[in-house]
């Protein structure tokens, strides 16, 4: 289970939409500073996680959020290898096949245009599949609970009085 602190910024139904530091996934990258995946192209660090309100969190909370390690990976997998794997193997195809039909001259522009077409139409149906699941509370991140607030307990410091 991948956990990672976060605060409320917005409510969006059951969802709550909750900003939190890149530590867990990006930490032990070596590319950390100079990456932007998860900002948006941002280049901060920090990122907005839609995340299903168990909890009834309200704005401004900090909270803890959970995610399955094989939620992660699947998004992972399917948001940058397929349309990686779509892009070549069409590409791949498509110029083998020109080539044992006798067009040479072709192959090459035909497979690479087929492979461009191929990473277009992964990319589309990401995109369909995503508002699919958007509402799936099992394929969502989960506000777990609440951020005890650390607050620092202060005694006042008493001193003996001293006569001159």
């Not at 699947?74 to 397929?82: D, F, I, P």
């Not at 044992?100 to 497979?111: D, F, H, K, P, T």
């Not at 149906?125 to 005890?148: C, F, H, K, M, T």
Request: contains cysteine; proline residues 2%.
């Amino acid at each position: 289970m991948m956990r990672e602190e976060g605060r409320v910024v917005a409510l969006d139904g059951a969802f709550a939409i909750v900003r939190s530091g890149r530590k867990s996934a990006c930490g032990s990258c070596h590319a950390e500073s100079s990456c932007s995946t998860l900002s948006g192209g941002r280049n901060n660090n920090e990122a907005e996680i839609r995340a299903h309100n168990a909890i009834n969190a309200e704005v401004g909370d900090r909270v803890v959020l959970e995610l399955r390690e094989g939620q992660f990976l699947k998004a992972a997998s399917l948001t940058y290898g397929m349309p990686l794997v779509s892009f070549f193997v069409v590409g791949i195809g498509v110029r083998a096949l020109l080539q044992s039909m006798g067009y040479m001259e072709a192959s090459e522009g035909l497979g690479a245009l087929a492979g461009l077409l191929s990473l277009v139409g992964s990319l589309v149906w990401l995109r369909g599949y995503n508002r699919r699941i958007e509402n799936d509370l099992s394929q969502q991140a989960v506000v777990a609970s609440l951020v005890p607030d650390r607050a620092i307990n202060v005694q006042p410091v008493k001193f003996p009085s001293c006569s001159v």
